[in-house]
T-cell receptor, first 115, second 110 residues
Framework: KAGVTQTPRYLIKTRGQQVTLSCSPI?????VSWYQQTPGQGLQFLFE???????NKGNFPGRFSGRQFSNSRSEMNVSTLELGDSALYLC??????????????FGQGTRLTVV | QKEVEQDPGPLSVPEGAIVSLNCTYS??????FMWYRQYSRKGPELLMY????GNKEDGRFTAQVDKSSKYISLFIRDSQPSDSATYLC??????????FGKGTRLHILP
């Protein structure tokens, strides 16, 4: 069974640009969550999608947005990039929703560097 | 006070030793308590999870939750160099958001 696939693995962007990251969940998983990981803040929750609907959102500015498609694939977009957006962006998929949504499987992440 | 506190380490122990990793938390609504392991340049992988208080054992790993003290632990017995990684505790409440600790870097010395 293929794992969670994130593309691209590495990305370098300039301040002010926008970026789109992609996540393909494990086949059959309908829940996709996005996280930002930095050395200073650790893993921080961005948002979660289930069946194309955003179920939860973390405390990030509106420059961070996401969506989920009917095949459960998800994208996240960051507009007007800032240097502080440099981070590892991780996607996790799960087969359950609501109670006992515990077993999240992570992709390898996209390393975004903003220069 | 942060919702989840975890000592960043690094923690260095000799091979074969028992490792104890800990987290404290402040939100009494957390119900699920998880431990993830993250190797360098990889995404986190779920090691174990526990619902509410109590112990759970899986091979060399034991997870403990003490809800009265808001304290969780992960013990690794007979530690191996391959256990060298960053260990993240995580917690989930009724709102389904997972809150992670910042992770403890563990080095097992051969």
């Amino acid at each position: 069974k293929a794992g969670v696939t994130q593309t691209p693995r590495y990305l370098i962007k300039t301040r002010g640009q926008q970026v789109t990251l992609s996540c393909s969940p494990i086949s059959g998983h309908r829940s996709v969550s996005w996280y930002q990981q930095t050395p200073g803040q650790g893993l921080q929750f961005l948002f979660e999608y289930f069946s194309e609907t955003q179920r939860n959102k973390g405390n990030f500015p509106g420059r961070f947005s996401g969506r989920q498609f009917s095949n459960s694939r998800s994208e996240m977009n960051v507009s007007t990039l800032e240097l502080g957006d440099s981070a590892l962006y991780l996607c996790a998929s799960s087969s359950k929703v609501g109670q006992s949504l515990v077993e999240a499987f992570f992709g390898q992440g996209t390393r975004l560097t903003v220069v | 006070q942060k919702e989840v506190e975890q000592d960043p380490g690094p923690l260095s122990v000799p091979e074969g030793a028992i490792v104890s990793l800990n987290c404290t938390y402040s939100n009494s609504a957390f119900q699920y308590f998880m431990w993830y392991r993250q190797y360098s340049r990889k995404g986190p992988e779920l090691l174990m999870y526990t619902y509410s208080s109590g112990n759970k054992e899986d091979g060399r790993f034991t997870a403990q939750v003490d809800k009265s003290s808001k304290y969780i632990s992960l013990f690794i017995r007979d530690s191996q160099p391959s256990d060298s990684a960053t260990y993240l505790c995580a917690m989930r409440g009724r709102d389904d958001k997972i809150i992670f600790g910042k992770g403890t870097r563990l080095h097992i010395l051969p």
